[in-house]
């Protein structure tokens, strides 16, 4: 009798572990979003097959960050396909150029991601669930605040932003080669997340002159920018303003954007001078 009612406890045992790992979602290949704020849950977001990474491509998560506060909440996007070794492609958000991949940490990558999609309800686009941010396979912990050598911020690096802002979506393979950059994610003050092409998002917004001071012989032009381009400036006197910008004279003196008011100083002892700024 007792062998039997070990025998009924084991059996009832296995039906509770298969219940349980029935309920994970298997990952599928698709690209998610995670939100956390490190306080109330994190939010998870399935995004859908790299594939619908098309200009213009959005997606309505009003409801899912309607709980943060979107100006300081961290987020990102990361996903990767199944296949092995060096031919495995994976994607990640990062301001920088993100590391290189080898098999080896593409598979480590790759085991991170599905311990972090296992909470899905479900695979496949639309699909979402909230995790509270001390669990081992939330956001937070696998992406931000990692407490574990195999979570995802140690196995690759962090892939988060913060707040309302356009952010890099990289492409890489598993063979050390030189990652991709497909174009950029933007969360609005809306809870609206739209992708735009790198052929769209490398265009940066014009650079606008806010101020010209001039103190002895020094013109310092002051003007906006855009992070990581390069801007030029330009001059010319009242007989060449009708030339093409690229035949007026150019200032030695580059700034790189950094989203702030930059300036670039000339050093002249002509009075009348016309100005504009390049960016490239």
Avoid: C
Avoid at 16 to 37: R, V
Avoid at 62 to 86: C, F, H, P, Q, R
């Amino acid at each position: 009798m007792i062998k039997i009612k070990n025998l009924a406890v084991l059996a009832g045992l296995t039906g509770i572990l298969g219940a349980t790992s029935a309920h994970a979602a298997a990952y599928n290949g698709d690209l998610f979003i995670g939100f956390s704020d490190g306080v109330g849950n994190d939010q998870l977001y399935d995004l859908g097959a790299p594939s619908v990474m098309t200009n213009g491509a959005s997606w309505n998560l009003a409801t899912l960050v309607s709980t943060y506060t979107l100006s300081t909440v961290n987020w990102g996007v990361i996903g990767n396909s199944s296949s092995a070794g060096s031919a495995r492609l994976l994607y990640t958000t990062s301001d920088a150029t993100p590391a290189t991949v080898n098999a080896g940490r593409g598979t480590s990558i790759n085991s991170a991601t599905l311990s972090t999609y296992n909470n899905f309800p479900a695979a496949g686009s639309g699909q979402h669930f909230a995790i509270v941010p001390t669990d081992d396979n939330s956001w937070n912990r696998q992406t931000l605040n990692p407490t574990l050598g195999t979570q995802y911020f140690n196995a690759w690096e962090n892939p988060n932003t913060t707040g309302i802002t356009s952010f890099n979506l990289w492409r890489v393979k598993a063979d050390s080669s030189a990652p991709v950059l497909l174009g950029a994610l933007s969360l609005a003050a809306n809870g609206v997340l739209t992708f735009a092409t790198n052929s769209v998002a490398s265009a940066p917004p014009v650079p606008q002159i806010v101020a010209i001071q001039r103190v002895g012989s020094t013109s310092t032009v002051y003007f906006t920018t855009t992070n990581s381009f390069t801007y030029s400036l330009y001059y010319t006197n009242s007989s060449g303003l009708k030339a093409p910008i690229n035949t007026w004279p150019v200032v030695v003196t580059t700034v790189t954007g950094n989203g702030l008011t930059n300036s670039i100083p000339d050093v002249t002892s002509e009075t009348n001078r016309f100005y504009r700024v390049g960016v490239h």
